[in-house]
């Protein structure tokens, strides 16, 4: 098979990505490791930023999310069990969050692509790919070698001025491409470029050679437990709870469909948390109004996320570009990493139409560093908030204090609400 851009992962960033290059023109294949179903059994994320959606809308997707989201001005905090909300519309210039299912994003955007007729390779065994790391460009050694650490900005070299076909000169002389099994049977996709959006886990950044790439990481001593339940919410905000047994989030996907999530330490089993445990644990962290609105119900899912924040530097290692978790995670807290993954999809799908139509190499020459500035900001809110919220009780008792104080100061400072309330809607891209 030939294509232009070869989209390994379909997940929101693959199919994103594949949705608004189509929208341009540009012809994509995608390879996913997992079924469909498996694809939209995951439960993920549930908060959209005003930029996230406008993309979508780019996509030609957003109907769906515009009538059946949640448009959300505010949220609260609560801390020693009393709660405190964060006006989002009067903080952040009036600006606001859709709560929309991770899920829903994605089955909107493998329903407009199997409309379009446009081929994704689902239950792809075995991927691997070569041949993105062979090109030298105008400032010296690009690909894969000669980037460590800098964003890559020599990889396009024998990509200027050309399109379509063109792109093979690089010092291999070989095309990007993948190989795969799908249905028992080998397949070969070549491409000029190969976008990296298959996740933490995925074969693209394990592909890039190790001196080629910085890796930066923390991990946290704790994770998050979900719980998805037809249960109508506790309250119609999302409620982020500091408390001595943990900290816990009530947040829904609908006017009857509640997700919460509980702090608990790292390496906790699932098995171990019947239902009835946890809607006792999530009851005991909740304040008092919170709890007493609790309605419980069985689940519907139930899983463990471990915590960690991590980035891989640069982005693009000669014609291979990584968007979205393949690149970053943030903890969970801040409800950044689907929107993290979709500007990094904005910025690649510009970048691709401006080589292609405008033939162009600026925005790819510029990809990794225009995402690794926007990364780091979320990155940073998501620690912070993740730090703000969670109980250390590992650390020393110095460190709980300045925990309190922070808090304080966050909640009784309106300058410091407005620094929460710029970042939770999404800084500008
Ligand atoms: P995904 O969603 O992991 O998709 C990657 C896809 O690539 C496939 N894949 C492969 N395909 C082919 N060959 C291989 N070798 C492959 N290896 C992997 C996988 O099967 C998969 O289909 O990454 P993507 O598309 O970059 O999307 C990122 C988001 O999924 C992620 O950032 C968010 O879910 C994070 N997140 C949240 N983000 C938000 O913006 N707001 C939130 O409220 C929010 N809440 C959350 C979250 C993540 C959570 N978990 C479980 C980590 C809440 C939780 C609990
Ligand atoms: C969710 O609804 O899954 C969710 C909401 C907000 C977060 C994280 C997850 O910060």
């Known amino acids: 098979m030939r294509t232009q851009v070869l989209i390994v992962g379909a997940g929101p960033s693959g ?25 939209l059994s995951r439960i993920r994320a549930g908060v959209l930023e005003q ?7 780019e996509a030609g997707v957003g109907a769906r999310m515009h009538a059946e989201g949640l448009v959300h001005d505010g949220f609260a905090l609560t801390v020693d069990g009393v709660r405190h909300r964060v006006d989002l519309r009067a903080l952040a210039s009036g600006k606001t969050v859709l709560v929309y299912g991770q899920t829903e994003v994605t ?6 692509r199997a409309a379009e007729g446009l081929t994704t390779l689902y239950e792809a065994a075995d991927v691997r790919i070569e041949g993105f790391d062979g090109t030298v460009g105008p400032g010296g050694p690009g690909g894969a070698g000669g980037t460590g650490g800098t964003d890559g900005t020599g990889g396009t070299g024998g990509t200027s001025g050309t399109s ?16 795969c099994t799908v249905n028992g049977e080998a397949v070969e996709i070549q491409a000029d470029f190969i976008a990296g959006c298959d996740g933490f886990h995925g074969v693209c950044r ?10 930066f990481e923390k991990v946290y001593p704790f994770g998050w437990l979900g719980l998805l339940s037809d249960t109508p919410p506790v309250s119609h905000e999302l409620i982020y709870t500091r408390h001595a047994r943990g900290f816990s989030l009530c947040s829904m996907r609908s006017a009857t469909r509640s997700r919460y999530y509980l702090q608990v330490p790292a390496g906790e089993r699932v098995e171990d948390w019947s239902d009835a445990r946890f809607w006792d644990e999530l009851r005991a962290r909740l304040d008092p109004e919170a709890a007493a609105a609790l309605v ?6 139930k899983s463990i996320a471990p915590l960690r924040s991590f980035v891989a530097e640069p982005m693009r290692f000669g ?5 979205g ?20 999809v904005r910025y690649l799908s510009q970048a691709f139409i401006e080589h292609y139509r405008e033939r162009s190499d600026a925005g790819l020459d510029h990809y990794s560093a225009r995402c690794l500035a926007r990364v780091w900001k979320a990155e940073r809110f998501s620690w912070w908030l993740t730090s703000l919220m969670h109980n250390f009780d590992q650390e020393p008792a110095f460190q709980a204090r300045l925990q309190a104080a922070e808090l304080d100061y966050v909640l009784g400072s309106d300058a410091a609400r407005r620094v929460l309330a710029e970042n939770y809607v999404g800084l500008p891209l």
């Open 51 to 57: 930029g996230t959606a406008d993309l979508m809308d």
């Open 325 to 344: 978790d393949a690149a970053h995670i943030v903890p969970p807290t801040g409800a950044k990493g689907l929107n993290l993954a979709a500007s990094d």
């Open 107 to 112: 089955r909107d955007l493998m329903a407009a």
């Open 296 to 301: 419980t119900g069985p689940s519907l899912e």
């Open 206 to 215: 394990a592909s890039v050679p190790a001196g080629a790439i910085s890796v």
């Open 15 to 39: 199919l994103l990505l594949g949705q608004l290059l189509h929208r341009h023109g540009i012809d994509t294949v995608i390879v996913e490791r997992q079924s469909g179903e498996h694809v």
């Open 164 to 179: 379509g076909t063109s792109g093979t000169s690089g010092t291999s002389g070989r095309l990007p491409r993948a190989t």
């Open 319 to 323: 014609r291979l570009f990584l968007a």
